[in-house]
């Protein structure tokens, strides 16, 4: 059984990103498991050179020495296998626009996320042929709004209720809740690790993962990383990936130690090793608040550290 990274191919993998990516080798390793690389380039619309970019993380990763078990999957190789997924589900074809549903009298959640109210599932033959004339549709699951809960050993248990979600978008591109679950289960995931802004939508994906047949996952949802404003860390940020701490002069060394010690795994100035940061790492003593990076901190001690030497 395995853990898993699995970034979208969209920008090079920042500190934040970085940071999820050791937490969750550590929660694979340290519990004997065996740790998965997954590309998830569906969405490539946004980004060109999408392969060059997931390249160049999956170069990142190696070399902050996180070691992967088993070939790299890419999603976009594996449209047979969500087609397979669908096929075994009672789903339904939807016409909404983004706008319909944003307008529809529902109650947003905490985060945003409108459930969807089932509106195309009572379309009478002519309304759906009016609509199927001048509209491509997506395909939902009928899930009947069933409350389905998930263990995650920072939140607990947290249950969601689960609305007739996308599996395929109305691009004929699979939805990543659909893909998520399928690529899991079909690659031995049985630890999901990643960014606390999914843990809402886990609710959703191992109620999926149990229609198809498979068992849900066990689930840490970690605390992100944030700018000085409290606002998700992004590129823009500064000197905030693998390549700007590198023109920094930051090596890998002291990059994994800034991220060790954002997560109280090594002291100050201490130089530590992934074998290191394994025999210490203890799930129950992790962060519960986000990460604050300012580059400025590490620029200037690197700086420091220079004019010292
Ligand atoms: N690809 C998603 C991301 O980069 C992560 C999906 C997941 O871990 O389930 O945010």
Redo the contacts with the bound molecule.
């Keep these: 059984m395995s853990g ?5 191919p ?1 920008a090079a993998l920042h500190l934040g ?1 970085l940071r ?1 990516a050791v937490l969750a080798w550590l929660f694979a390793r340290s519990t004997g498991r065996g740790f998965r690389l ?1 590309i ?1 380039d569906l969405d490539t619309r946004r980004v060109r050179a999408a392969g060059e970019v997931a390249a160049q993380q999956v170069r990142d990763l190696a070399t902050l020495g996180l070691d992967f078990d088993g070939e790299v999957v890419w999603q976009s190789a594996r449209l047979d296998a969500y087609a397979a997924a669908v096929a075994q589900l009672d789903t339904y074809e939807c016409y909404c626009t983004r706008k319909e549903i944003a307008d529809a009298p529902s109650a947003p959640h905490a985060d945003g996320y409108r459930p969807y109210t089932g509106v195309c599932l009572r379309l009478t033959a002519a309304q759906r042929a009016v609509l199927a004339s001048t509209r491509r549709p997506a395909l939902r699951v009928r899930a009947d709004g069933e409350r389905f809960s998930v263990t995650d050993s920072l939140a607990g248990e947290f249950t969601g209720v689960v609305d007739d979600f996308v599996l395929v978008r109305n691009d004929g591109v699979p939805a ?1 809740n659909l893909a ?1 679950v399928v690529d ?1 289960l079909a690659m031995g995931v049985d630890q ?4 606390d ?2 843990l809402s ?1 886990s609710p959703r ?1 191992a109620w999926l993962a149990t229609r198809l047949g498979g068992v849900p996952p066990t689930y840490a949802h970690v605390p992100l990383a944030l700018n000085r404003d409290g606002v998700r860390l992004a590129k823009r940020d500064g000197a905030v990936t693998l390549a700007d701490l590198a023109a920094l002069g930051m090596d890998a060394d002291r990059i994994l130690a800034l991220l060790a010690r954002s997560l109280g795994l090594a002291a100050t100035g201490e130089t530590v090793q992934l074998p290191q940061l394994l025999a210490r790492f203890d799930p129950l003593r992790l962060p519960r608040e986000p990460w604050v990076v300012d580059p400025t901190d590490y620029a200037d001690a690197d700086v420091n550290r220079m004019s010292i030497t």
Excluded: I, K, W
Aim: proline letters at 5%; hydrophobic letters at 30%.
């Design positions: 898993r990274f699995a970034p979208s969209t990103n999820t997954r998830e990543y998520v899991d999901v690790v990643r960014g802004d999914l939508s994906q």
